[in-house]
């Protein structure tokens, strides 16, 4: 049994508390958070766990194997280090930082035995993890280019802006699909409800392939959206995760290039194919990715979220958050 505790009991953290309590082969023995009301309602899922109001007490607890970090962002990194140099497995929520230079300090930090994991929880959707395999078997041809869209009129932020509380889960995607970061990225924001926290952001990706990716984050809209939407040469997909029922929609619909031809208007021709619904078990992606990272810690493997993915994520956003500051002029990475 892997006795795990958690970091962090509030609008997120409740979540992996509830999903802990009824892991396999894992204790729940620790909750920590400085906020009472928001650890007396944790202790609702876990009311045998050790409560603690400072999170740093989880790190000196002995009886702890295992911590999930689910913090304000801006304390990851400096606690993420604490946990790792008291030899504790960590499974940290997304970002893994807000700076490259914080990034790269928990980098150095990893090791040592220790499992470090990046909850970048939509790479264990079942939904995506079906739009990935399309990718990979060449079902969609050669890919061209994606956009995604994630807005709503939802909570705001006063630690991190749209970029890092919504870009992440999007980045983590595209670099999955595209198999490799984007080399230069541009970003366009605004912040209208509280100064210099942006609440609109569209992120434009360039890679070095030629592909391209565009992003639009927002808490400041009408609808809700969790849209992907991946186009290649012989398929189109959309992973709506705002759809109760059809997360994944399949179109067979592009252009075709006929063998020879003997006029100019021959040789695109529109092809409208069928529109194909697939058949998707659906499980909960926050206790996959959580049950992914006992395997881990369990079997001393890799986590698919480790170091390198989310340092690369970091980078993305980071270089994001300057071309946001210099008026959407590109920036490499």
Not at 116 to 128: E, T
Request: hydrophobic share 45%.
């Amino acid at each position: 049994m892997i006795r795990i505790a958690v970091a962090g009991t509030g609008y997120w953290g409740i979540n992996h508390v509830r999903a802990c309590a009824q892991l396999a082969n894992t204790e729940l023995v620790a909750i920590a958070d400085p906020d009472t009301s928001a650890l007396e309602r944790a202790r609702r899922f876990a009311p045998a766990a050790r409560p603690y109001s400072d999170v740093s007490s989880l790190f000196t607890d002995p009886g702890v194997d295992a911590i999930v970090v689910a913090t304000p962002a801006r304390l990851h990194a400096q606690q993420v280090v604490a946990a790792l140099a008291a030899g504790k497995h960590v499974l940290v929520e997304k970002p893994l930082a807000l700076t490259v230079d914080d990034a790269e300090k928990v980098r150095e930090a990893a090791g040592g035995g220790t499992t470090l994991m990046v909850g970048h929880l939509m790479l264990f959707h079942p939904a995506f993890e079906r739009l990935a395999s399309l990718v990979r078997d060449g079902t969609l041809g050669e890919i061209f280019y994606a956009y995604a869209m994630r807005v709503n009129l939802g909570r705001l932020r006063v630690d991190e802006n749209a970029l890092w509380s919504l870009g992440p889960h999007d980045v983590s995607m595209l670099i999955e699909l595209f198999g490799a970061p984007p080399t230069s990225v541009s970003a366009r924001g605004q912040a209208y409800l509280q100064p210099a926290i942006e609440d609109v952001v569209f992120v434009n990706l360039a890679f070095a392939d030629g592909r391209m990716a565009q992003i639009q984050l927002s808490w400041l809209d009408p609808h809700k959206e969790r849209r992907l939407t991946v186009v290649g040469s012989k398929k189109m997909v959309v992973f709506d995760d705002a759809d109760p029922a059809e997360k994944l929609r399949i179109y067979d619909k592009g252009y075709e290039r006929p063998p020879s031809f003997t006029q100019f208007g021959e040789y695109l021709t529109i092809r409208h194919g069928d529109v194909h619904i697939p058949r998707i078990s659906m499980a909960e992606p926050l206790e996959r990715e959580l049950s992914h990272f006992v395997r881990c810690v369990e079997r001393g493997e890799p986590p698919r979220t480790g170091i390198d993915h989310a340092v690369h994520v970091v980078r993305i956003l980071d270089a994001a958050q300057r071309s946001l500051h210099a008026g959407g002029e590109p920036v490499k990475i």
